[in-house]
Nanobody
Framework: VQLVESGGGLVQPGGSLRLSCAASGSIFSVDTMGWYRQAPGKQRELVAIIGENGRTSNGDSVKGRFTISRDDAENTVSLQVDNLKPEDTAVYYC????????????????WGQGTQVTVSS
């Protein structure tokens, strides 16, 4: 299973981006998909996650500004990021937990390579 992110870049404060992540490989179904980020010198932290039932959870620092969505037919997850702040600068990683069999007895977690988001004027 591979996760490939896209959509990062340089944006001015107050701007917006849309990050996307596509999963490929032998996936039976998606359990959760989400985004984490890691800024220089800091630990990786949760940005947003969306569950099998569509329930979402956002990190405290991005609530009200970031919106996560998923398309199970395409095995993709997207993150709309609005009102960006310099402190949002980080590498954003896609995360996915997938069932690899129809009995849902094999659950595996995967990470993407990351996409850089830089917020600066």
């Amino acid at each position: 299973v591979q996760l490939v992110e896209s959509g990062g870049g340089l944006v001015q404060p107050g701007g917006s981006l849309r990050l996307s992540c596509a999963a490929s490989g032998s996936i039976f179904s998606v359990d959760t998909m989400g985004w984490y980020r890691q800024a220089p010198g800091k630990q990786r932290e949760l940005v947003a996650i969306i569950g099998e039932n569509g329930r979402t959870s956002n990190g405290d620092s991005v609530k009200g500004r970031f919106t996560i969505s998923r398309d199970d037919a395409e095995n993709t997850v997207s993150l709309q990021v609005d009102n960006l702040k310099p402190e949002d600068t980080a590498v954003y990683y896609c995360n996915g937990k997938f069932y690899l069999d129809f009995r849902k007895s094999i659950l595996r977690e995967y990470w993407g390579q990351g996409t850089q988001v830089t917020v600066s004027s």
